[in-house]
């Protein structure tokens, strides 16, 4: 007999193991219960509840008995009924997923308030005005979230009250006003939905309930849970939880406190604190908060045990802790904790730092970073001098630098950026539904808030740049525009540059220059803390790694500044790059010959030019494996433009006879689809000496540096490969020329000779292509294409919005490796490949090399190497350091 599935716990029943039931925030309340901290009691409806009403539109039927036994346990506990005339018992409803996504859900306070409650509350508290903001409060929310009128309404009605009052904030209306506003609100609701704000405190809770099911699908939810690849299906759990509040006076408040700074990892107390106020005040920035430190004056006794808390906490979760509170008339309560977003910077800082205090081992602090992060942290920063003023100064929310015209709505940044605009998302403050403009913008501006604000929450989780709380810009959203202190009109379009490091903005664009882990890296010397963190890092991530981490280069420099960064060999050398510039008229000479005699002499002409770039590339990368790709491309690709050229001898008067031998040439070899046409393996079979002049040039330049003391590591690869028949045929031209090399000079060579594998029937037939092979690269940009049947250039431009849209792809498969299809195929090559040669190394060189994701795939897969760009190489080299761990987490699981 199955166990009855339980929908409802207790606070006191749960614990942090418990988030993928619980959701984040009910495992924190739950965990913080156990430790004993001052948390207001309440219960949590699970995450399986959730799945229910979203897979079928109905509550599970259990949930109402079990909901109504927990409201009554808390009612008795607190010695209070929910929603009574005297002294009412009033709750909070709050979303919270596995997986934090802050404010992309509801949340409704007050539950509980009604047209006779409000009067008891008022009563009890001795604070009428209180009472009437709370359920004025409670009718917005619930109007809004629950009942679907535009918010909007409320707040021009709110800001009619004010602008009438002359008040600055609602803070400053009186009771009177606060009385007026409620029923104004109840009468928008009434006219909006045809029905009356609900008066029953079970049907308001029922109600808000179920409106947090319904927000996991609202459009910023889904939106967020795409840009941070949080799977659909997991649903939310629902926290209902006593009502404490900041909003009684002067001796009361709330506000949102860090273990550590959620900027720059610096540990000590940081955070915002707003005195008589509710939570989502200082969440919303609706009024500017004070620093945290200021409560040490307002309130030392609250202070100096939240300092407490702040420490346990860390304690017990080993990380940066982001904890929300409430002081209520001195009395300190924690609503809320769980391990904060932070930046790049934070991240690394902060994971060294508890691995060097002990907190955390080598292991764990590597599991805590990641390359996407490293990446972000190699970006360049705002070169200012002392003559660049800013325009204004904020609160630095997010560091980095950005530069981009300013736009003022959510919607007009998805539009520009759609057209490859970088803009500037400024706002007096974000809510939830700036999401899809913050995603689209470079940057965030906003005129309120501080660093627990919504914009300066959302934004370091995003790595996004952002200023907060510029308070001397007055931001005009209607005239597009916003205003200095100063008198300075900066409008829509009007170019700014962002410094989220600093806090400060400016116009027009300032130069950039290097990141300071950038040179780090580059000269392996310390240049501060986040660089040491950095390094140290990937020091680690080398000693565990089995994955070797290689570049794609094609220049001595690029080889050199590879090796530098942490490059083991070269993953991918192409040829076809050492052919432009210059050098393009020695391959047209190459393929206007008339007979063999001219063709040969082109070719020779090409030889010391490759023997000598070849050279280059084998001493930067001494000792190390190069894999040189043979020319890949079709031709036509280093002639000119068949248009160009046609309309170049159409106006010429006297047209020039190479321009015509030129045009000819390019007709005869023009293709319908050239990408899958003679390029690659063929068009070394089908033009008579041009591999075999490679592969001269490649063994002479082999012969040169162990002439000169080197150790060369060269290896050849013939692209495009669909047969072992073909591959074979190329091997021999191969082994032929450099064994006549080898005799010509007296030198032992040693060039290990694969392929590509880039076309599914290579894959398919891998064992067979295998017994011809020393080494596979998998060149998962052709393959993903030839796999899917696109073209990525015209699918990116064209349909891939719509299909990221809609959920086809979570992820465009040219960024993350398709594991189902395409990685398949990398599988089943590997396993195949190997059965006929056990030492078959396979690596693999397309643009998933370097992408974080693709890298665990092809650790799991057995690959030997992946290859990347030179600047992706240090992230590169994290995420393979973390697939071992993850492999080695696995294994002790099981």
Not at 262 to 285: I, K, N
């Amino acid at each position: 007999m199955s166990t009855p599935v339980k929908y409802v716990y207790a606070f006191a029943e749960g614990s942090r193991e418990m988030a993928a039931l619980l959701g984040g925030k009910g495992a924190g309340l739950a965990e913080m219960t156990r430790l004993g901290l001052p948390v207001p009691p309440g219960f949590t409806v699970t995450t399986e509840a959730c799945k229910v009403y979203l897979a079928t539109g109905e509550e599970p039927s259990e949930l109402g008995v079990e909901a109504a036994r927990a409201l009554a346990a808390l009612e008795r506990a607190m010695g209070r009924t929910l929603g009574a005339p005297d002294d009412p018992l009033l709750v909070s409803v709050r979303s919270g997923a596995r997986f934090s996504m802050p404010g992309m859900m509801e949340t409704i306070l007050d539950i509980g308030l009604n047209d006779r409650s409000v009067t008891g509350l008022a009563k009890a508290s001795g604070q009428e005005r209180f009472a009437w903001d709370s359920y004025r409060r409670l009718i917005q929310m619930f109007g809004r979230t629950v009942m679907g009128v535009d918010g909007d309404l409320f707040e021009q009605a709110l800001a009619a009250h004010k602008a009438r009052r002359e008040a600055k904030s609602d803070h400053d209306l009186d009771t009177g006003e606060l009385v007026m506003i409620t029923e104004e609100f109840k009468e928008i609701i009434r006219k909006e939905t045809g029905e009356d704000f609900p008066q029953d405190p079970a049907e308001q809770l029922a109600r808000a309930i179920r409106s947090v099911f319904d927000s996991w699908n609202g459009e910023r939810a889904r939106v967020y849970r795409r840009r941070e690849h949080i799977p659909e299906d997991l649903g939310t759990a629902v926290n209902v939880q006593v009502m404490v509040f900041g909003n009684l006076g002067d001796d009361s408040g709330t506000g949102v406190a860090f273990t550590r700074d959620p900027a720059t990892g610096e540990s000590g107390r940081y955070g915002d604190y707003l005195p008589d106020a509710q939570g989502e005040d200082v969440v919303a920035g609706v009024r500017d908060a004070l620093p945290l430190s200021e409560l040490k004056s307002l309130d030392p006794g609250a202070y100096n045990e939240l300092g407490e808390h702040l420490h346990t906490l860390e304690a017990h979760y080993r990380d940066l802790c982001d904890v929300e509170f409430t002081v209520e008339r001195g009395r300190l309560w924690i609503l809320q904790t769980r391990v904060g977003k932070r930046t790049a910077e934070a991240a690394f800082r902060i994971a060294h730092d508890l691995q060097c205090d002990g907190t955390i081992t080598a292991d764990e602090a590597l599991n805590r970073v990641d390359g996407a992060a490293l990446t972000r942290l190699m970006f360049p920063r705002f070169d200012v001098k002392a003559t660049d003023l800013p325009l204004a100064h904020g609160v630095p929310a997010s560091p980095g630098a950005a530069v981009g015209t300013v736009v003022f709505e959510s919607a007009e940044a998805v539009r520009r950026a759609a057209t490859g605009e970088h803009v500037v998302l400024v706002r007096r403050e974000t809510t939830p539904d700036d999401l899809p403009g913050m995603i689209a913008a470079e940057a965030v501006l906003t005129s309120r808030g501080g660093k627990t604000s919504h914009a300066a929450v959302v934004a370091r989780g995003m790595g996004k740049v952002c200023v907060c709380g510029v308070e001397a810009l007055a931001v005009d959203p209607v005239a597009r525009r916003f205003t200095t202190a100063s008198g300075v009109i900066v409008h829509e379009g009007d170019t700014v540059s962002v410094d989220g490091t600093a806090g400060t903005v400016h116009l027009g664009a300032l130069a950039l220059t290097a990141s300071h882990v950038g040179r780090a890296l580059e000269t392996g010397t310390s240049a501060g803390a986040v660089s040491d963190a950095v390094l140290g890092a990937l020091a680690h991530a080398d000693a565990v790694s089995r994955l070797e981490v290689r570049a794609n280069a094609d220049t001595p420099e690029d080889a050199a500044r590879a090796r530098v960064l942490g490059a083991r060999g070269i993953g991918l050398c192409r040829t076809e790059h050492m052919f432009l510039g210059e050098r393009r008229r020695l391959v047209e000479a190459m393929i206007l010959a008339p007979d063999d005699p001219a063709r040969e002499q082109a070719l020779a002409a090409l030889l010391p030019l490759q023997r000598e770039d070849f050279t280059g590339i084998l001493a930067a990368m001494d000792g190390l494996p190069v894999t040189i790709r043979l020319l890949d491309p079709p031709l036509h690709e280093f002639l000119p433009d068949r248009t160009e050229l046609a309309v170049r001898i159409a106006s010429a008067v006297n047209p020039n006879p190479h321009d015509r031998a030129l045009l000819a040439a390019v007709e005869r070899m023009h293709e319908q689809n050239p990408m899958l046409g003679l390029r690659g393996v063929r068009l070394g079979l089908a033009v008579p000496g041009l591999m075999a002049m490679q592969v001269r040039a490649v063994a002479e330049a082999v012969t040169a540096r162990l002439c000169d003391g080197g150790r060369p590591r060269a290896e050849i690869m013939i692209p495009l490969v669909g047969t072992v028949e073909e591959l074979r045929l190329a091997r021999a031209v191969t082994e032929r020329v450099l064994a006549e090399v080898a005799a010509e000079t007296g030198t032992e060579l040693d060039c290990p000779i694969g392929t590509m594998i880039e076309l599914p029937r290579a894959a398919l037939t891998a064992a067979r292509i295998a017994e011809a092979a020393d080494f596979f690269s998998f060149g998962t940009n052709d393959l993903t294409q030839t796999t899917w049947g696109l073209s990525r250039d015209d699918a990116e431009a064209s349909f891939f919005p719509l299909y990221l849209d809609k959920g086809v792809f979570a992820v465009s498969p040219f960024e993350t490796i398709d594991p189902e299809g395409v990685g398949r195929l990398v599988e089943l090559a590997v396993e195949a490949g190997r059965s006929v040669n056990p030492r078959l190394e396979t690596g693999v060189c397309g643009e998933h090399g370097g992408d974080p994701a693709s890298i665990h795939f092809f650790h799991r897969a057995g690959l030997d190497y992946v290859s990347c760009s030179p600047f992706r190489l240090p992230a590169a080299r994290l995420e393979a350091g973390r697939a071992a761990l993850a492999e080695t987490e696995i294994s002790d699981s099981r």
